[in-house]
């Protein structure tokens, strides 16, 4: 019974926007993690070389049912400061959630992310719900409605990602159990988690 996420950024050229900055000139610099699903010491990050990908590797994101309250519901933060050239703004348009999951009858199980810019208002979020019975490999994509874009004068800000997992019990007397294992979290510039790009 487990379930990846994988959460990543990819530059991307949107209809009616202006071009995306030249290949390989956007990097991550620097990374950060917290939250109860990654306590300090409980996950592992690498940038690959090129600056392009950023992989974290968790060993504590876990929910589950029966259990405590706390039990069923972890989150992980990511901050994430990107190079990128001057004359471009950006922002997120989609998510790409994948994994497996098993819930016994009656367990309801939600996958969440949100993104923000550090000193900048505003919080953007999207979830999937994974209603009873859920066994096997799941991916499926969510575009974000709402957008906010880095301001133009503000580089370099830190990107904020935040995700979640969460696991719901039936109603007693019922002990329907239910798990999910976040594993790991790869932010890419190829991939998942799309930039929205627009000059300034």
Known sequence: MVVLL??????????????SPPSGTVKITKFTYSGS??????????????????????????????GSTSNRRKNCQVG????????????????????????????????AAAYYFSGIQGTVRVSRNLPPPVEGNFEFTDQFVTFVYQPCDRQPLMLNLNSEARVMPPPAPSKSAGLIT??????????????????C
Do not use: H, N
């Not at 996950?43 to 060993?59: C, H, K, M, N, R």
């Not at 504590?60 to 029966?66: D, E, H, N, R």
């Not at 994948?98 to 939600?110: H, P, S």
């Open 6 to 19: 994988l959460l990543g950024l990819l530059q991307l050229a949107v209809p009616g926007l202006a071009q």
């Open 37 to 66: 699903g990654c306590p300090r010491g409980s996950a592992e990050g690498v940038v690959s070389s090129d600056g392009q990908t950023l992989t974290l590797i968790f060993s504590k994101y876990t929910v589950s049912t029966p």
């Open 80 to 111: 994430v400061t990107l190079m990128y050239p001057t004359g471009f703004t950006f922002t997120l348009g989609t998510v790409t959630f994948r994994g497996y999951a098993q819930f016994e009858q009656g367990v309801k199980g939600t996958l």
């Open 182 to 199: 976040v594993d790991s979290q790869d932010l890419s510039l190829r991939q998942l988690f799309r930039l929205r790009w627009k000059k």
